[in-house]
């Protein structure tokens, strides 16, 4: 297992997202629900409906107050010259210019053999239109034109507000998009900054970023210190200290000083780039809802052609022509799958924005779904419960000597040394050292190979190294510091000797113990998963049975029901996946390496987290953008909530139907409960209405670490 250098995404190893952002999402919304109108390429975008419905709101007006049966209405009495006129011909114009999305969208369902809510509209309209006409030349007694425009301008709207809230939820996308500069600070060889823009940079380019400014690409920096507000890739809310050699991420901002960064990667290659696909991809996929809402939208168009024309022979039968006409364009207009095309897709696309604000990347919505009833979680240890590289977590000093001082002198030792043990030790010795007693500076490094390294410090000799080097010098420990570094050993962490050497005699000043440290948000993790439902934690590891099962101590694990699988080999730990869906349990395994991609494929959800690599991404259902574990209670509480919103909005769209159509079709006519097409359309608009603000509760839901 890798040791965690990164906390953002990688950029590599993702096809490109095919298309600008906005066809992404709208191409999600033309497939649920039959909305084969709503792709934006044919101009049916929230700026189109906005436009029709004020003019169509413009036209109606006058056809409304014109109306003979509104002036019986409310007791008030017009006649001009040409008054007749208006509702024929203002009339024609609302079906024409403002019902043309819906004939649209309509005649596509028709040629796709996907019937759905474009074409019941469309089939509303026209009969309204072709009964207006028909009034018009004296076929029937109907004051029809008012309720044509009143039908069209309230379809208008509703579509207007369902496009609108949609293209908030995928605006997400913009948003990740509108955090790069435009323009950056390139730095020559000769040291002078010209500004460019973004498009203008290349690999291997030096960038300034002053405080304050975004990072313009993704790369390392090469000179300089700053806290860099990571959120936007994270949901990290606390700025993270980056220093020389660390990488940094295009639109992250340098809050408190300025930096030299050297680009890497650019434009699609970008970690952003990358989120900006998995997103889109996420709203553009569909789950086992989605496919329940599909098979009743079209089920729902046979249901309402059914009942359309068995209340038109009743009516005819039993009543009039005229009242036959209404009746049907009513059952036309209550059974549009308004509602019901709307109670996914905007979930869906509401539930992945919000994710990608928390730093949780979905890819796939069956993984989503599926989370909500894991009963299993399996966490890989190395870089996912613990940080991945080692630490001093423990320093003994001979009597007679200072921990603070044996602690500055082997940091002064190590300085030069490249080995992972050596820079934790120099790590420690820098955070540790005070002002007043600065790391002593060494000379005459030199590497024991396999043994340790030697250095002079203040003019004695000193080396640092592991038991091979203590029977080397024929060093023996101090009693006090052997039985320290002996449950230091025990506990799995590696252990270190600070040496003195004097003529042919080896003092040994102190020890140090280093370990992959435990993150410490990892037991909070654990202790939420719990809280969640989760049954069973599971931690999989190569280390030896002694070393898991004291790390599994600390993180809080409960004998009998949480679980260790240790020795395991990184080729194995599919196997331990698999034994455990054997049991019967639904499985999440959650890692960041290579060798965790078959185990996250095999899992019933995939979590990889830190970012990881391009593989365990791919192979990945979530992606978790930081290295946060409790990020993965989010994306169960997230799973929940986004599938609660989703059989709620299914219930009231298909139960709104199910009383509505028989209303429509006016079986309680006799107690003379009847509905308009007019008022229809303002229910079947209000369905809609009570669906989208039902899925924007999801924008509620708290998902990141600081939250929970």
């Given at each position: 297992?890798?040791?965690?250098t990164?906390?953002?995404?990688?950029?590599?190893?993702?096809?490109?997202a095919?298309?600008d952002?906005?066809?992404?999402?709208?191409?999600?919304?033309?497939?649920?629900g039959?909305?084969?109108?709503?792709?934006?390429h044919?101009?049916?975008?929230?700026?189109?409906?906005?436009?029709?419905f004020?003019?169509?709101?413009?036209l109606?007006?006058?056809?409304?107050?014109?109306s003979?049966?509104?002036?019986?209405?409310?007791?008030?009495?017009?006649d001009?010259?040409?008054?007749s006129?208006?509702?024929?011909?203002?009339?024609?114009v609302?079906?024409?210019?403002?019902?043309?999305?819906?004939?649209?969208g309509?005649?596509?369902?028709?040629?796709?053999?996907?019937?759905g809510?474009?074409l019941?509209?469309?089939?509303?309209?026209?009969?309204?239109?072709?009964?207006?006409?028909?009034?018009?030349?004296?076929?029937?007694?109907l004051d029809?034109w008012?309720?044509l425009?009143?039908l069209?301008?309230?379809?208008?709207?509703?579509?207007?507000?369902?496009?609108?809230?949609?293209g908030?939820?995928?605006?997400a996308?913009?948003?990740l998009?509108?955090?790069?500069?435009?323009?950056?600070?390139r730095v020559?060889?000769?040291?002078?900054?010209?500004?460019?823009?973004?498009?203008?940079?290349?690999?291997?380019?030096?960038?300034?970023?002053r405080?304050?400014g975004r990072?313009?690409?993704?790369?390392r920096?090469?000179?300089g210190?700053a806290?860099?507000?990571?959120?936007?890739?994270?949901?990290?809310s606390r700025?993270?200290r980056?220093?020389?050699?660390?990488?940094?991420?295009?639109?992250?901002?340098?809050?408190?000083?300025?930096?030299?960064?050297?680009?890497?990667?650019?434009?699609?290659?970008?970690?952003?780039?990358?989120i900006?696909?998995?997103?889109?991809?996420?709203?553009?996929?569909?789950?086992?809802?989605?496919?329940?809402?599909?098979?009743?939208?079209?089920?729902?168009?046979?249901v309402?052609?059914?009942?359309?024309?068995?209340?038109?022979?009743?009516?005819?039968?039993?009543?009039?022509?005229?009242?036959a006409?209404?009746?049907?364009?009513?059952?036309?207009?209550?059974?549009?799958p308004?509602?019901?095309g709307?109670?996914?897709?905007?979930v869906?696309?509401?539930?992945?924005?919000?994710?990608?604000?928390?730093?949780?990347l979905v890819?796939?919505?069956?993984a989503?779904?599926?989370?909500?009833?894991?009963?299993?979680?399996?966490?890989?240890?190395?870089?996912?419960l613990?940080?991945?590289?080692h630490?001093v977590?423990?320093?003994?000093a001979?009597p007679?000597?200072?921990e603070?001082?044996?602690?500055?002198l082997?940091?002064?030792v190590?300085?030069?040394s490249?080995?992972?043990?050596?820079?934790?030790?120099?790590?420690a010795?820098?955070?540790?050292?005070?002002a007043?007693?600065p790391?002593?500076?060494?000379?005459?490094?030199?590497?024991?190979?396999?043994?340790?390294?030697?250095?002079?410090?203040?003019?004695?000799?000193?080396?640092?190294?592991?038991?091979?080097?203590?029977?080397?010098?024929?060093?023996?420990?101090?009693?006090?510091?052997?039985?320290?570094t002996?449950?230091?050993s025990?506990?799995?962490?590696?252990v270190?000797?600070?040496?003195?050497?004097?003529?042919?005699r080896a003092?040994?000043?102190?020890?140090?113990?280093?370990a992959?440290?435990?993150?410490?948000e990892?037991?909070?993790?654990?202790?939420?998963l719990r809280?969640?439902g989760?049954?069973?934690?599971?931690?999989?590891?190569?280390?030896?049975?002694?070393v898991?099962?004291?790390?599994?101590?600390?993180l809080?694990?409960?004998?009998?029901?949480?679980?260790?699988?240790?020795?395991?080999?990184?080729?194995d730990?599919d196997?331990?996946?698999?034994?455990?869906?054997?049991?019967?349990?639904?499985v999440?395994?959650?890692?960041?390496?290579?060798?965790?991609?078959?185990?996250?494929?095999?899992?019933?959800?995939g979590?990889?987290?830190?970012?990881g690599?391009?593989?365990?991404i791919?192979s990945?259902g979530?992606?978790?953008?930081s290295?946060?574990?409790?990020?993965?209670?989010?994306?169960?509480?997230?799973?929940?909530?986004?599938?609660?919103?989703m059989?709620?909005?299914?219930?009231?769209?298909?139960?709104?139907n199910?009383?509505?159509?028989p209303?429509?079709a006016?079986?309680?006519a006799?107690?003379?409960?009847?509905?308009s097409?007019?008022?229809?359309a303002?229910?079947?608009?209000?369905?809609?209405i009570?669906?989208?603000?039902?899925?924007?509760?999801?924008?509620?839901?708290?998902?990141?670490?600081?939250e929970?």
């Amino acid at each position: 297992m890798r040791p965690e250098t990164t906390d953002h995404v990688p950029h590599g190893g993702h096809p490109p997202a095919g298309g600008d952002d906005s066809h992404a999402g709208h191409d999600s919304h033309a497939e649920h629900g039959g909305h084969g109108g709503h792709d934006k390429h044919a101009g049916h975008d929230p700026e189109m409906f906005r436009r029709k419905f004020w003019l169509s709101l413009a036209l109606t007006v006058p056809i409304v107050v014109t109306s003979s049966m509104v002036m019986d209405w409310f007791g008030y009495s017009l006649d001009f010259p040409g008054m007749s006129w208006i509702g024929p011909v203002l009339g024609s114009v609302v079906f024409g210019y403002g019902g043309w999305p819906f004939l649209v969208g309509g005649w596509r369902e028709v040629r796709d053999r996907a019937p759905g809510m474009m074409l019941l509209i469309s089939m509303a309209i026209t009969v309204a239109y072709l009964a207006s006409l028909a009034t018009t030349v004296g076929a029937f007694d109907l004051d029809f034109w008012w309720e044509l425009a009143a039908l069209v301008t309230i379809m208008l709207l509703g579509h207007w507000q369902e496009m609108k809230a949609i293209g908030q939820a995928q605006g997400a996308l913009a948003a990740l998009a509108a955090l790069l500069p435009d323009d950056a600070e390139r730095v020559a060889d000769d040291g002078s900054v010209a500004q460019v823009t973004v498009g203008d940079l290349r690999v291997g380019d030096l960038v300034l970023v002053r405080s304050g400014g975004r990072v313009p690409a993704d790369g390392r920096i090469a000179d300089g210190e700053a806290e860099l507000d990571e959120s936007m890739i994270t949901g990290e809310s606390r700025p993270v200290r980056r220093s020389t050699g660390d990488r940094v991420v295009a639109g992250t901002v340098a809050t408190d000083s300025a930096i030299r960064v050297r680009v890497d990667a650019l434009g699609e290659d970008t970690a952003l780039a990358g989120i900006q696909r998995l997103v889109a991809e996420a709203q553009a996929s569909s789950g086992r809802a989605q496919v329940l809402a599909d098979r009743f939208a079209a089920l729902l168009f046979y249901v309402a052609l059914a009942a359309a024309a068995l209340t038109f022979a009743a009516w005819s039968a039993f009543g009039s022509v005229d009242d036959a006409v209404i009746r049907t364009v009513t059952v036309l207009v209550i059974a549009c799958p308004h509602a019901l095309g709307l109670a996914i897709p905007l979930v869906i696309a509401l539930s992945t924005a919000v994710a990608a604000r928390a730093g949780i990347l979905v890819k796939d919505r069956l993984a989503l779904e599926r989370m909500r009833t894991v009963q299993a979680v399996l966490f890989d240890k190395t870089g996912t419960l613990t940080k991945g590289a080692h630490t001093v977590t423990g320093v003994a000093a001979a009597p007679g000597h200072d921990e603070a001082e044996v602690l500055r002198l082997a940091g002064a030792v190590e300085a030069d040394s490249e080995h992972p043990l050596a820079k934790a030790i120099v790590t420690a010795a820098g955070r540790d050292a005070a002002a007043a007693h600065p790391a002593p500076a060494a000379t005459d490094f030199r590497s024991l190979t396999g043994r340790g390294v030697q250095a002079t410090v203040g003019g004695n000799r000193y080396a640092v190294g592991g038991p091979a080097l203590l029977r080397e010098l024929d060093a023996e420990l101090p009693a006090e510091i052997e039985s320290v570094t002996r449950d230091w050993s025990a506990r799995g962490a590696a252990v270190l000797h600070l040496l003195r050497l004097a003529d042919d005699r080896a003092e040994v000043l102190g020890s140090f113990g280093l370990a992959d440290e435990i993150r410490p948000e990892a037991r909070q993790a654990i202790s939420q998963l719990r809280e969640q439902g989760v049954t069973k934690i599971v931690m999989i590891t190569g280390d030896a049975r002694p070393v898991a099962e004291a790390v599994a101590a600390d993180l809080g694990f409960r004998a009998g029901e949480d679980e260790v699988f240790a020795e395991v080999l990184p080729a194995d730990k599919d196997n331990a996946v698999a034994e455990l869906r054997n049991r019967g349990l639904t499985v999440a395994m959650v890692g960041d390496g290579v060798n965790d991609a078959p185990a996250l494929a095999r899992a019933d959800v995939g979590i990889a987290i830190g970012a990881g690599t391009d593989v365990a991404i791919e192979s990945a259902g979530v992606v978790l953008a930081s290295s946060d574990p409790r990020g993965v209670t989010g994306v169960i509480r997230l799973s929940k909530a986004s599938y609660r919103k989703m059989l709620q909005n299914l219930g009231w769209a298909a139960g709104y139907n199910v009383v509505a159509i028989p209303l429509a079709a006016g079986v309680l006519a006799w107690a003379g409960v009847t509905l308009s097409p007019a008022v229809g359309a303002i229910l079947m608009s209000a369905s809609t209405i009570v669906v989208a603000l039902n899925a924007q509760l999801l924008r509620r839901t708290r998902l990141t670490p600081q939250e929970q």
